[in-house]
């Protein structure tokens, strides 16, 4: 089984700043399978980035992914208001299909 | 619109089963693998399992932690997933999520709304 690790578990960051949250797989992922998802309370969580850089539907482009093998970043540029949550990476390479612990973003 | 609607989650004692539904709409079911996500309480996402399509003999995957207690099926006919949870355990209580894959992956495009599976004596 794939292990993902997200760091940090908290970023505190001002609307306006950039944010970089990273998520590293205890073995490499295959084909670049991983995607990023943002989760707010009380609500489903919501597909950002698959393919390790696609943007899925209707997704900002201040939002963007990058990576390949073992280590992965979700970069916002210029964070909203409605930015802030609780992020998620899911590597799809192989069964079982892991997701990451989970970074908080919140208002600083 | 793609719509994924969960049912059947409720209360349950610790070793009793329960059936979850998935109903899909807006999409053409059958071409689809369907998996099932789980977030206990303030937790984060599990993923639990999946069904290829028929296409892919239907054939499914779990995670470890649900092997052999749960079983993921699908009737294509009324564009339904299932999610048969047996021998229950209190750490199963979360809300369930049914989400449909890609055809390039299991990344989730579509989720559901979620339905909350309790399970306590």
């Known amino acids: 089984e794939i292990v993902l690790t997200q760091s940090p578990g908290t970023l505190s960051l001002s609307p306006g700043e950039g944010a970089t949250l990273s998520c590293r797989a205890s073995?490499?992922?295959?084909?670049?399978?991983l995607a990023w998802y943002q989760q707010k309370p009380g609500q489903a969580p919501r597909l950002l980035i698959y393919?390790?850089?696609s943007r899925a539907t209707g997704i900002p482009d201040r939002f963007s992914g990058s990576g390949s093998g073992t280590d992965f970043t979700l970069t916002i540029s210029r964070l909203e208001p409605e930015d802030f949550a609780v992020f998620y990476c899911?590597?799809?390479?192989?069964?079982?299909?892991?997701f990451g612990q989970g970074t908080k973003l919140e208002i600083k | 619109e793609v719509q994924l609607v969960e049912s059947g989650g409720g209360l349950v004692q610790p070793g009793r089963s329960l059936r979850l539904s998935c109903t899909a709409s807006?999409?053409?079911?059958?071409?689809?693998?369907m998996s099932w996500v789980r977030q206990a309480p303030g937790k984060g996402l599990e993923w639990v399992g999946f069904?290829?399509?028929?296409?892919?003999?239907?054939?499914?995957e779990y995670a470890a932690s649900v092997k052999g207690r749960f079983t993921i099926s699908r009737d294509d006919s009324k564009s339904i997933a299932y999610l048969q949870m047996n021998s229950l355990k209190t750490e199963d209580t979360a809300v369930y999520y049914c989400?449909?894959?890609?055809?390039?992956?299991?990344?989730?495009?579509?989720w559901g709304q979620g339905t909350l599976v309790t399970v306590s004596s």
């Open positions: 069904i290829r399509s028929k296409a892919y003999g239907e054939t499914t």
């Open positions: 393919g390790a850089s």
């Open positions: 073995q490499s992922v295959s084909s670049s399978y």
């Open positions: 807006g999409f053409t079911f059958g071409d689809y693998a």
């Open positions: 899911q590597q799809y390479g192989g069964s079982p299909y892991t």
């Open positions: 989400t449909r894959g890609s055809p390039v992956g299991q990344y989730f495009q579509h």
